[in-house]
């Protein structure tokens, strides 16, 4: 197996930034669609607008995203932007707009530049979109033959976001140097890019974790205080850049794997579980390093990180208080179906992940009573 490393083509983070996009957007084309949130738009559309018009790119259609990322609104998308022609598609937003631009450059062949507005996970730099079923269900993931070739992030746009999705975002941030270095140890993962990892993409899941630990905690205060400050742009490169491609090129294991396990129980009506991706992924990070046997300084520093921040270390955080073992068991036997479970250094099984689950949740709720 080949080693390889995937990034977007550039990117571009600092307060204001997006009054500069079509400086850096000129290079990828000249014949726009844009698709964004509408509250996205209505903050930053005029500053594109004029950017763009400064560097001669011509806006040619403008979508609202509303609504799941279908294939029915991809491929309508997809239609209006070869019926004009249309050469650089810019997705601004939270996560639909982004990974309905990202779908159809999938399928128009077009650069693709993304401006996300919030940093509640670390997919914006990356090449997938996943795309969604009318219930709800994930449908399917679409990788493009490229990353976005721009990925632009303004800071002072992400500081008034809300401080829940930064803090999910760091959630996401968290699993993932744990993650990459269980795919290296195992020796026979593969990354999201079909290769092996490098040691470029671990030392930046490193550097990930490491920024998270130092600034973590200062940087949710300042978007508290909606202030844009040197940790918070620390954790905003950790959470869409460093993450990004620490995923991305180093691989994912066993927090991703217990989150696609806990999926079945999100429309359970049974349970109140209502969480974002990434602060399923912290406790799911938990559940990692109780399979793959880590010491307990280790697992303790990773507890006490999101008790600082307040990502979810129990099921009780995560809604699920009164969660049965019949579907605890559900959970982990759908994790196991996940291929990437095979990326641990561990063979892991239902019950041992089950068991896992039960033991994260017991470290995690006596650390939050100390
Ligand atoms: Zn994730």
């Given at each position: ?19 500069g ?63 004009k ?5 810019l ?41 969604y ?23 002072e746009i ?57 600034y ?22 950790a ?95 759908r ?24 033991a ?11």
């Amino acid at each position: 197996m080949n080693s390889i490393y995937i990034s977007p083509g550039r990117y571009v983070q600092g307060v204001g930034a997006i009054k500069g996009i079509g400086d850096y957007a000129k290079y990828c084309g000249d014949n726009a669609m844009i698709i964004g949130g509408k509250t996205a738009l209505s903050v930053s559309g005029e500053f594109i607008e004029k950017s763009f018009k400064e560097n001669g790119i011509t806006i040619n259609a403008v979508e609202i995203k509303r609504g799941e990322v279908t294939q029915e609104d991809i491929d309508r998308l997809t239609k209006i932007a070869e019926e004009k022609e249309i050469n650089l598609i810019l997705g601004v937003g939270g996560g639909k707009a982004l990974d309905t631009a990202k779908g159809v450059a999938y399928y128009t062949g077009s650069p693709v530049v993304i401006v996300p507005t919030t940093a509640s996970n670390d997919s914006p730099c990356s090449s997938s979109s996943v795309v969604y079923s009318a219930d709800g269900a994930v449908s399917k993931v679409l990788n493009m033959r490229q990353n976005p070739q721009l990925v632009l992030v303004d800071t002072e746009i992400i500081v008034n976001s809300p401080v829940r999705q930064f803090v999910a975002g760091m959630g996401d941030a968290l699993a993932t140097w744990f993650e990459a270095s269980s795919c290296m140890a195992s020796g026979r993962a593969s990354n999201l890019a079909g290769g092996r990892s490098t040691g470029a993409a671990l030392a930046i899941a490193r550097l990930c974790y490491d920024t998270l630990l130092k600034y973590g905690f200062a940087a949710k205060m300042a978007v508290e205080k909606k202030a844009v400050v040197p940790s918070f742009e620390k954790v905003v490169e950790a959470n869409i850049l460093l993450s990004g491609i620490g995923f991305e090129s180093g691989g994912i294991s066993g927090a991703h794997g217990i989150v696609g396990g806990f999926s079945i129980l999100h429309n359970d009506p049974k349970y109140d579980f209502d969480v974002f991706h990434g602060e399923e992924v912290a406790f799911g990070t938990l559940v990692l390093l109780v399979l793959e046997g880590k010491e307990l300084t280790e697992i303790n520093e990773v507890l006490a990180f999101c008790k600082s921040v307040g990502l979810p270390v129990s099921l009780k955080d995560l809604g699920l208080h009164n969660v049965t073992d019949e579907d605890l068991y559900k959970v982990a036997e759908r994790a196991c179906g996940r291929a990437i479970m095979k990326n641990l250094n561990y063979e892991v099984s239902p019950g041992l992940v089950f068991n896992a689950i039960k033991a994260a949740d017991l470290l995690g709720s006596s650390f939050a009573e100390r």
